[in-house]
């Protein structure tokens, strides 16, 4: 019975197919695809264009490929350094100038005017103790012109001197990244001293024309020659106290100590006829400090024609051959810049990594 039950339900399941089969429609007939078109058979070769190519040398890669660089000596990223370097790289020191300028002039209210003010303080403060106090009024004639001057040398020497010393401490960040001369911070300093010198030019030019003063044309020398001098010892010991500041920090606190002498080694609070009274012959040897002769120049240039009686003054208050001295230390600062040139060469590969 099994078996049976089985068999019959088996056909009937091929029964079902079998309809279903045949009620379905049949399928649509297979169309070939037509055959691809044979490739044109190709050309001659004497059929096509001819072109002719330049022939390509090959003798500089040849050359570049068996040159021997065992011989050339290895040079750090910041080669041709140096002075002449910076001032070839002018764009670049322009840049470092006016960061200086609107580093220190950030935040503030009066910005440039400050470069007036702090002279003129000063000013006051030297010519209340010194002229007022000690009664020097009475001794020196245009007493206030006289140490305006020397106030110009001073101020302008050690800003050089302090900002140039601390300036790759200072910019250290652009100094270990950037391959670049490294003189250029210590002259960027001197530069941005140099334009603070102006304003106070201009005040000192407005006292004078007070008084009477007419420039001429010795006087002008003298002032350039005393600018000169003053902007080389400057920059030479920028140079030199800045990469020894790298070293040994003590330095920026010895430049302090320094700057307190200058201000009573120079004929700035009193005249040079009180050296002279005083010492006699070996009054000369006191010329030799250059920035004593910058004061000196910069008085010849100003006070001397500013006073009632310039000739006396010039003869009793300046010594003879001023102009002469006024060389001779500009030959000295030379090679004081020169020597501050080396040892900052010597010392300018180990800068970076004592940053």
């Not at 910005?111 to 009664?135: E, K, N, R």
């Not at 001073?154 to 003189?183: C, D, Q, W, Y």
Request: aromatic letters at 12%; glycine letters at 8%.
């Amino acid at each position: 019975m099994r078996l049976g039950g089985r068999r019959r339900a088996a056909g009937r399941h091929a029964g079902g197919r079998s309809r279903d089969r045949r009620a379905s429609p049949e399928a649509p007939p297979t169309v070939a695809a037509p055959a691809p078109a044979p490739a044109p058979a190709p050309a001659p070769a004497e059929d096509y264009p001819t072109v002719e190519r330049p022939a390509v040398a090959a003798e500089p890669v040849a050359v570049a490929a068996h040159r021997d660089l065992s011989g050339v000596p290895l040079t750090p990223p910041t080669a041709g350094n140096g002075l002449h370097a910076v001032f070839k790289k002018r764009y670049l020191l322009k840049l470092l100038v006016k960061r200086e300028l609107s580093a220190r002039y950030q935040g503030s209210f009066l910005g440039l005017l400050w470069s007036y003010i702090g002279p003129l303080c000063q000013f006051f403060v030297y010519w209340f103790v010194i002229g007022t106090i000690l009664g020097l009024h009475d001794n020196v004639p245009n007493f206030g012109v006289h140490i305006f001057c020397g106030l110009v040398v001073v101020h302008f020497f050690t800003e050089t001197f302090g900002a140039g010393t601390r300036s790759i401490v200072r910019n250290k960040s652009i100094v270990v990244k950037l391959p670049m001369p490294r003189e250029m911070f210590p002259v960027a300093s001197m530069l941005v001293s140099l334009f603070h010198v102006f304003p106070q030019l201009v005040i000192l030019t407005i006292a004078c024309l007070a008084y009477g003063w007419t420039p001429d044309f010795v006087g002008m020398v003298a002032l350039l020659l005393g600018l000169l001098i003053a902007m080389l010892l400057g920059t030479a010991g920028a140079l030199l106290f800045s990469a020894a500041n790298v070293f040994f920090r003590d330095f920026s606190s010895l430049v302090s100590i320094i700057q307190m002498f200058i201000r009573f080694s120079v004929p700035m609070i009193y005249p040079f006829s009180f050296v002279d009274d005083r010492f006699g012959a070996a009054a000369s040897y006191y010329l030799f400090n250059p920035l004593a002769d910058c004061v000196l120049l910069v008085q010849r240039a100003f006070w001397v024609g500013s006073t009632p009686h310039p000739d006396e003054v010039a003869k009793t208050d300046l010594p003879p051959d001023l102009l002469i001295w006024g060389l001779a230390m500009t030959g000295a600062g030379l090679v004081l810049l020169a020597i501050g040139q080396l040892v900052f060469s010597r010392l300018e590969a180990k800068i970076p990594e004592r940053l």
